[in-house]
């Protein structure tokens, strides 16, 4: 299984208020897959000034993108949401 795992509770934008949780629904998720997952895990946790929009991404391209026939890709969010226009 490879998860990439992203949970942001301080964000860069004063105007964007702080959350409490989301971090630590990362850690929880994390520990649970510890627990129950059988074979290989292969975690990227990315957490609040670590969860740039480049390292999502790159979490997507480079660790999820190796996950092969029979591998499991999990991707989690915790964070508030937005709507924004698609780069290219």
Excluded at 45 to 51: C, F, G, V
Aim: charged share 20%; hydrophobic share 50%.
């Amino acid at each position: 299984m490879y998860a990439l795992l992203v949970g942001i509770d301080r964000y860069a934008l004063p105007e964007i208020p702080p959350l409490s949780g989301a971090v630590a629904d990362v850690a929880a998720v994390e520990e649970f897959l510890q627990a129950r997952v059988t074979g290989e895990l292969r975690t990227l946790a990315l957490r609040d000034e670590q969860a740039t929009r480049d390292a999502v991404v790159a979490g997507f391209r480079e660790h999820l993108a190796a996950a092969g026939p029979g591998d499991v890709a999990l991707f989690w969010y915790s964070g508030h949401g937005s709507e924004q226009p698609v780069a290219p």
